[in-house]
């Protein structure tokens, strides 16, 4: 039975004070014992000491992560951020391979395998994003590129060390646009990555979490969240409020 994994990623939104409301609301609209899923939100890296502050001081079983990580972990690196320090403010958890930085950034599949084996490494849980543009998928390609996107990093990792991953399949043409994807399109991209982990470890392709992302709301949750091989979902938008956050936690929680 895999246990459904709820993320909320903020990108580059809010403020010390929106950090505060948001978490704050998000916690007390959760129950304070532990919960029958995972739910992390990952706020940018400024907001993590106060966002671990609120954590700790309410007791609350929602995690924190990480928008991103350092391919290297040598300190002569200006500007990046180390995973020692993720672990400092109890961040267990970091998104990789986001659309936005491969495409705004050009992160390729190689860089995200690296970042990936770094996170693993530091006994950290990397969220590994992948996903085919609007344009490839109107080629019929997204099988493919979604395949290939996953292959680099499985290959380039020790496979046994994958069952601290969760995949996060998030079409680009679903962030952000409202068009999310439709149950059939996600249950057959879920099952396909699935089977491409078990040609590298059947047991840790039954185990390993698959979330959807791209305009999951708190009206598509149930819907989505119902596809056998969708275990969870990464949300942007949505994430920002804290009634639809917790009410897609609620849903989760009642399935
Ligand atoms: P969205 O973003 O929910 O706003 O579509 C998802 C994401 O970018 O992870």
Not at 9 to 32: F, R, V, Y
Not at 133 to 138: A, G, I
Request: aromatic share 4%; glycine share 8%.
């Amino acid at each position: 039975m895999r246990k459904i994994f709820i993320a909320g990623n903020w990108k580059m939104n809010g403020s010390l004070e929106q950090t505060n409301d948001l978490l704050t609301a998000i916690i007390h609209n959760l129950p304070k014992e532990e919960l029958s899923i995972d739910c992390v939100v990952c706020p940018p890296s400024p907001y993590w000491d106060k966002a671990s502050l609120i954590i700790r001081e309410s007791n609350s079983p929602v995690e924190l992560g990480a928008q991103d990580i350092t391919p290297e972990v040598k300190p002569a690196f200006t500007g990046e951020i180390s995973p020692a320090m993720l672990h400092e403010f109890g961040c267990k958890y970091a998104i990789i391979g986001h659309s936005e930085r491969r495409g705004m950034l050009q992160e390729s599949n190689e860089l995200v395998a690296t970042k990936v084996d770094v996170a693993l490494s530091a006994k950290l849980h990397p969220i590994l994003c992948v996903g085919e543009t609007e344009e490839e998928h109107n080629l019929g390609l997204g099988l493919d590129v979604v395949a290939k996107q996953l292959r680099v990093v499985l290959d380039s990792v020790c496979i046994s060390e994958m069952q601290a991953a969760v995949i996060a399949y998030e079409p680009v043409w679903a962030i952000g646009t409202g068009k999310t994807a439709t149950p059939e399109h996600m249950q057959t991209m879920h099952k396909h990555i699935r089977s491409i982990v078990a040609e590298y470890d059947a047991t840790i392709s039954s185990e390993i979490r698959i979330i959807y992302g791209g305009s999951v709301n708190s009206k598509n949750a149930t819907e989505i969240l119902q596809q056998p091989d969708v275990d969870g979902c990464l949300i942007g938008g949505a994430s920002l409020k804290a009634q639809d956050f917790s009410e897609i936690c609620h849903i989760a929680m009642g399935l």
